[in-house]
């Protein structure tokens, strides 16, 4: 925790507080004042001075206070017995009556008295009955207030006193050298570090850099890491908070929190503020069934606070979220967000180097193939090929191996895709046959068809992520652009599990259920998406929503045109399933060797396959 950023916090906000505690204390110490005098007077009864006397003659009274202005009469217990802090002796006064002969009735009776010297001076008094009891309510009350604070993140006397600067990061350590494959994004963010290194030489011609920039992107593509990158590059502090940080339960928490943040940030400027997942707090304002009050305060403060620096002082503030559509419109206007940098998937060369990264550290054998291990991952993010390459080295030290291997890495990405293999589920004999024709009457179908893909592997071992037997394609190079002959083919090749278990077993099991979502999805988008059918040409039913997550597809049509689109897809699934039923049935011959094939050795290769297809 840095020194000298206490005072600042707030001294106006701690007098405050603590004006509030010394009153609160005050209030506290004279209701106990008033409740331990009651309290001392409980049993006191006052009595007659006449019948005070006869009790002294009748032998009653043990003992006898004499007071400044009363005489305190302690009873003997009625049956006789001691006193004991269990059996407390009745307690009488009376007033002081001129009386001269009182001492030698008591002297006669035996009774006790005395008269206390009053050696309680005043001071005394005021520090135990008033300055020890507020010592010790300040005390308890700082406590709470501590303990507070810690859950609350904040507490509610010095409000959200700034959480950041535990986020504050003086180096990262990471360079853009740790970031692979995102040459466009270290291009534009590279701009920022120049900046961020002489922000006099961009004040001298008068240009002003963008406070903020947006790195956008599906989930595990490096936006964290860029973000890092960038402060690690420019050497500058690293204020970084997730935008849930600013959401709490407390109104004026998130806002209060913004606040210090800007305020430490511009201290110590130059400095990059990095907001993640700033979708939390920067969602649109309106189309909101039940507003969010706390969240709209905290995306006020920020907006006013990116208003507010002075673009000259060297602040850059970055956010990254993977929903850009939903965030507010005033966060993205010019002054604000309003650069932004695309942050995507790898391709093919992207992956390969992020592999190279990764790889640094880990001890590998020599043939390694990294190409192959960046051809079988298409789609795949920087996060993915990380756990990639984990997954191989992990698998290298179950296996005792000093170097990983090439298998380590396709296994991994087998892992994956598709879970562990489950060796010890043993299907019954009939099951593994039709497993193994319908997994045959896939890659049979993708390698009777010219456009298709050749398989890479087929395997009847089932995997941990419920699928029985997977055929893997891997593409001979990265593609960009799909003609509409490829995907009929890639659908076709979906229905041709299903075909084949038709043509041999002629009926249909529940194996297929995957393979119908994904051809039917991929059907679907050629009408709605692309403008692949003939009755809908270019008009576009569905658009994607958010793209960089799941990608939902809104359709924006009518029913009636809902409905037509619906038959349009079953039109198209249905034919390829035509087309791979007499595809299959016309080489059933191969069929029938590859299964038998598979059946015996449970997993081929691609060069397996296909010399066992050419042999006739
Ligand atoms: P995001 O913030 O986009 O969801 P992260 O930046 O948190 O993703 O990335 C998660 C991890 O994935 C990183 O710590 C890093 O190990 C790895 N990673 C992601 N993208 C890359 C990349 N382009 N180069 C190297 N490693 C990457
Ligand atoms: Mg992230
Ligand atoms: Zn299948």
């Known amino acids: ?56 003659a009748e032998g009653q009274v043990s003992e006898v206070v004499i007071e400044e202005d009363r005489l305190l009469i302690s009873a003997k217990p009625e049956d006789g017995t001691e006193v004991s802090f269990y059996k407390q002796p009745e307690v009488y006064y009376t007033g002081l009556v001129d009386d001269p002969e009182l001492y030698a009735e008591m002297d006669e009776a035996g009774v006790v008295y005395y008269k206390p010297v009053d050696n309680t001076s005043p001071l005394a008094e005021l520090l135990t009955n008033w300055v020890l009891p507020v010592l010790l309510i300040y005390a308890v009350f700082t406590l709470f207030m501590r303990s ?57 011609v008068g240009a002003k850099l963008p406070k903020g920039a947006l790195l956008v992107g599906p989930p595990g593509t490096g936006k964290t890491l860029l973000a890092k990158a960038v402060a690690g590059e420019a050497k500058v502090p690293f204020y970084s908070l997730s935008g849930s940080d600013f959401v709490e339960m407390f109104v004026g928490v998130g806002a209060s929190r913004v606040r210090d943040l800007f305020k430490q940030a ?66 993205l206007r010019p002054g604000r967000f309003d650069r932004r ?83 010890d589920r043993i299907m019954n004999e009939k099951e593994r046959k039709i497993v193994a024709y ?30 029985l037997g997977y055929t893997m394609q891997m593409p001979e190079e990265e593609r960009y652009l799909m003609s509409k002959e490829e995907i009929l083919d890639q659908i076709t090749t979906l229905t041709a599990g299903r075909a084949a278990e038709e043509v041999i077993f002629h009926s249909v099991t529940t194996g297929a259920s995957n393979d119908i979502e994904r051809a039917t999805s991929m059907a679907r988008s050629m009408v709605a ?6 009755k809908f040409g270019m008009m576009g039913l569905e658009s ?38 007499q595809l299959l049935e016309e080489n059933q011959e191969a069929l029938h060797r590859i299964a038998a094939f598979l059946l015996e050795k449970e997993t081929i290769t691609g060069e397996e396959f296909m010399e066992i297809l050419k042999q006739q």
Request: proline share 3%; hydrophobic share 40%.
């Open 266 to 331: 511009s201290e110590n400027a130059p400095c990059i503020i990095f907001i993640d997942e700033i979708d939390a707090i920067g969602k649109s304002r309106d189309n909101q069934m039940g507003s969010n009050d706390e969240r709209e305060q905290t995306l006020n403060q920020l907006l006013s606070e990116m208003d507010g620096f002075d673009p000259g002082k060297g602040i850059v503030v970055l956010g990254a979220t993977n929903r850009p559509e939903v965030l507010d419109k005033a966060l």
């Open 148 to 204: 507070m604070a810690k859950r609350m993140g904040g507490g509610p006397m010095g409000m959200g006193k700034s959480n950041a600067k535990v986020y504050m990061q003086k180096e990262t350590g990471v360079t853009f050298e740790d970031v692979a494959g995102q040459e466009e994004a270290k291009e534009s963010l590279m701009e920022i570090v120049d900046y961020l290194h002489n922000t006099s030489k961009y004040a001298k």
């Open 438 to 467: 319908h997994e045959v009457g896939h890659a049979l179908a993708a390698a009777l068809q010219s456009h298709s893909q050749p398989v890479q592997k087929i395997t009847i071992v089932p995997r941990t992520m419920g699928a």
């Open 341 to 423: 940098v695309i942050v995507d998937k790898p391709d093919l060369k992207g992956r390969e180097q992020i592999l190279q990264v990764h790889l640094k550290d880990v001890k590998v054998a020599d043939d390694i193939d990294l190409h192959q291990i960046a051809l079988a991952t298409s789609g795949g993010a920087g996060a993915d090929l990380a756990n990639i390459v984990n997954e191989a080295a992990l698998r290298a030290v179950r296996l005792g191996r000093e170097k990983v291997q090439q298998e380590d890495f396709m296994e991994a990405v087998e892992i994956i895709i598709a879970g562990k293999e489950k060796k």
């Open 529 to 534: 998406q692309y403008g692949m059918s003939d």
């Open 1 to 56: 925790m840095p020194t000298g950023q206490q005072p600042q916090n707030g001294g106006q906000n701690e007098t405050r507080t603590l004006i509030r505690f010394m009153i609160i204390a005050l209030i506290c110490t004279s209701l106990f004042n008033v409740f331990l005098s009651s309290f001392a007077n409980r049993s006191v009864e006052e009595i007659p001075y006449s019948q005070f006397k006869t009790m002294v």
């Open 544 to 581: 994607v929503q958010n793209k960089y997550l799941d990608g939902r597809n809104v359709a924006t049509c009518s029913e009636a045109t809902q409905a037509k689109l619906d038959e349009e897809v079953r039109q198209i699934v249905e034919g390829a399933h035509q087309k791979a039923v």
